[in-house]
């Protein structure tokens, strides 16, 4: 089903195709079919979670309701905002997106600098009550860099975080055992994205 998984499920292909010839591959798109549309499939993928070992996994974090994150990366400390970017982390990151602006400037093309939210920034009420944040999202180190690109660059910054949180009563923005976000996530930054181009 869609909704659970990041990807389209398999399509019925026939043996004899619509202009009369042999499908030498109906064996495999049938098994594809299949395997995709079994009994019971959609009840596996929702406790498939419940079959591993929390402690097994390095790069899964088991939030509420059956809901997955990713805690690989720093992940947690980001949902935390229990770190800051150093003022010489902020010049250097900011020396390259410039360094990247000029570029596309000097090429005649228009530089964005995009940042998708984790998915623990939308949909934190998910996360496991022990883990706690230090500091608000007003405090995170992506808002941290957008404010000091903002003010010292002339760099373009996109990040939907608000657009976001203020769409979440319209639909599931992220997949529930996925890191990505769905194809209304997707929608709402590139409606954002968009927006900013037309200026």
Not at 78 to 107: M, Q
Not at 142 to 167: G, R
């Amino acid at each position: 089903e869609r909704s659970k998984e990041n990807r389209t499920l398999a399509k019925w292909k026939s043996l004899i195709t619509q202009d009369g010839k042999i499908n030498y591959n109906f064996g495999k798109d049938f098994d594809s079919w299949f395997n995709d549309r079994f009994n019971f499939r959609e009840k596996f993928i929702l406790i498939n979670p419940k079959l591993y070992s929390k402690k097994d996994h390095d790069r899964v974090l088991f939030g509420k309701d059956g809901w997955l994150f990713y805690k690989g990366a720093g992940s947690v400390t980001n949902y935390r905002n229990a770190k800051r970017f150093k003022e010489a982390d902020l010049v250097k990151l900011a020396n390259y997106l410039v360094s990247i602006d000029e570029y596309c400037k000097k090429n005649n093309k228009k530089f964005y600098f995009f940042i998708a939210p984790d998915k623990n920034k939308i949909y934190g009420e998910f996360y496991p009550n022990y883990i706690i944040k230090t500091k608000p999202d007003s405090k995170s180190r992506a808002n941290q860099l957008v404010s000091y690109l903002e003010n010292n660059t002339d760099v373009k910054v996109i990040y939907p975080y608000n657009e976001l949180h203020k769409n979440k009563d319209k639909g599931l923005l992220y997949y529930k055992q996925d890191t990505h976000w769905n194809s209304f996530g997707a929608y709402i930054g590139h409606n954002l994205l968009l927006d900013e181009i037309e200026k």
